[in-house]
């Protein structure tokens, strides 16, 4: 069974009181007590530790067939059954089907014709023609137009991997929020066991007639609260699940289950060095690269096609004619083969529209990719400062924060074992220290998907 730690600084906090450290499985809290000095507290820490024993025995047997994904598998299987992408790559076929289209030749006709006169003086004259016609593509055509529809299939491949840089970007988001969901349950529930330890030190204390019963109370609407929060964290787990395994492309129904941690890891790279490998990496940029490609490519066949084509045919014809001379009838057959061009004139149509058309594409296609390249570095400095800003809350927290912290909590709760403090003093200092570990794994959950954001904003380079 995989393991992982959850930000929880509790170890300091609760000493000398049995709630040790907290290690989190993927469905089941194990908890290593440390020993305890109140009374019963050694039975109800073998109880828990029974009890967390058979628990993991039946979470690992239940488990046996569910499979789990990393957050490696999990894009791996998402770029391969996502359905947005398989549909896109589907439709790769159509530009596919475009080039081919692109290069073929014009057809060739034949042409029969007879004629006689059958139905007038029927005296034998008969013609017969076949001829053989073939359009020939002048100025390059054929090649301009492979060269065209090869640039709109660079481009579409380049928008199919700008679609996947997206999706990961979306699934390890969606990921991190499905781990940071799943944290602030377990952070959840382990507040409701430390108010319910604390609800039971004050019974003793109220029995011991140290407190009022008010305190008491008081420690009970701690146990609901903690309750509550436990709720609603419990509520945001499946709707975490279905946006995930969507994204996955799952069926409906599938059982498997999510192995992570939201953790910081080492990040050294400079600025300078991730906007060039944004915009030597950027598939959108790449597209929209071969965009301008395929508008330079697209006007140089409109000039192209201002020129016609010429169409040359080949004939062969045999005519049949008779000639009456007095009562002698004379019968003659010739046979001709004849060569025959056919070039349309532009004097009118010389394909004004169409230059016209591919000039303003090409205009259009430079002043887009000028912007977007602008815009990739702006974007890349903008979530590289989030990062660092980010990565500075976190070292603010584990500097300064969670030392001070829990040694407020530890005193403020072996005061209040001694009498010395209030039932209130602890609450206080509980809800600073909830407080902290929830912006701490809000912190946390915010640097893994800013890591996630930069890499897809440098062309999935930044790790």
Avoid at 90 to 111: T, W
Avoid at 123 to 136: L, N, P
Avoid at 214 to 219: D, F, G, S
Avoid at 342 to 363: C, H, I, M, W, Y
């Amino acid at each position: 069974m995989n393991f992982r730690s959850v930000p929880i600084h509790t170890d300091a906090a609760w000493g000398q009181e049995g709630i040790g450290h907290v290690s989190w499985s993927r469905n089941v809290t194990v908890i290593r007590s440390k020993e305890v000095t109140g009374l019963g507290f050694s039975i109800r820490s073998t109880f828990s530790a029974l009890l967390a024993f058979l628990l993991a025995i039946n979470v690992a047997t239940a488990s046996a067939a569910e499979k789990v994904f990393g957050l490696a598998e999990v894009l791996s299987h998402a770029l391969e059954n996502n359905g947005e992408i398989k549909a896109l790559r589907a439709e790769r076929g159509l530009r596919e089907a475009a080039k081919i289209r692109a290069g073929l030749l014009p057809n060739p006709s034949l042409e029969f014709e007879g004629a006689g006169d059958f139905l007038f003086a029927n005296e034998g004259e008969r013609s017969f023609s076949a001829a053989y016609s073939q359009e020939m593509l002048t100025a390059g055509k054929r090649t301009k137009r492979l060269k065209v529809a090869g640039k709109d299939l660079e481009e579409y491949g380049h928008r199919i991997a700008d679609a996947e840089r997206l999706l990961a970007e979306e699934v390890k988001i969606a990921f991190y929020d499905l781990l940071l969901v799943e944290d602030r349950l377990k952070l959840a529930g382990r507040f409701v066991e430390i108010n319910e330890q604390l609800l039971r030190i004050a019974r003793d204390r109220l029995e011991a007639g140290d407190i009022p019963e008010l305190e008491v109370n008081l420690a009970r609407v701690e146990v609901a609260r903690s309750q509550g929060r436990k709720a609603e964290a419990e509520r945001e787990i499946e709707p975490g699940r279905l946006k995930l395994f969507s994204l996955m492309g799952l069926p409906p129904g599938s059982e498997v289950g999510i192995a992570g941690a939201l953790e910081r890891q080492e990040f050294s790279a400079r600025i300078e060095d991730l906007k060039a490998l944004a915009l030597a990496r950027r598939p959108d940029l790449m597209a929209l690269a071969a965009e301008k490609e395929r508008a330079e490519a697209e006007l140089r066949l409109a000039e192209a096609e201002a020129m016609p084509n010429v169409t040359a045919s080949l004939s062969v014809q045999q005519v049949d004619s008779s000639l009456d001379v007095g009562d002698i009838t004379a019968k003659d057959r010739d046979k001709l083969m004849g060569l025959k061009l056919s070039v349309p004139l532009p004097l009118f149509d010389r394909n004004q529209a169409g230059k016209r058309e591919a000039v303003t594409r090409r205009a259009s296609a430079d002043s887009r990719y000028l912007f977007v390249r602008k815009n990739i570095e702006r974007s890349v400095e903008a979530v590289f400062s989030r990062l660092m800003a980010t990565g500075k809350s976190l070292s603010i927290y584990d500097r300064d924060i969670f030392p001070q912290l829990e040694e407020n909590l530890r005193l403020t709760r072996e005061a209040y074992r001694l009498g010395q403090v209030g039932f209130l003093s602890v609450i206080e200092e509980q809800r600073k220290f909830l407080e902290a570990n929830e912006g701490y794994l809000s912190a946390l959950h915010e640097w893994n998907t800013t890591r996630a954001r930069l890499s897809a904003a440098v062309g999935g380079g930044a790790q």
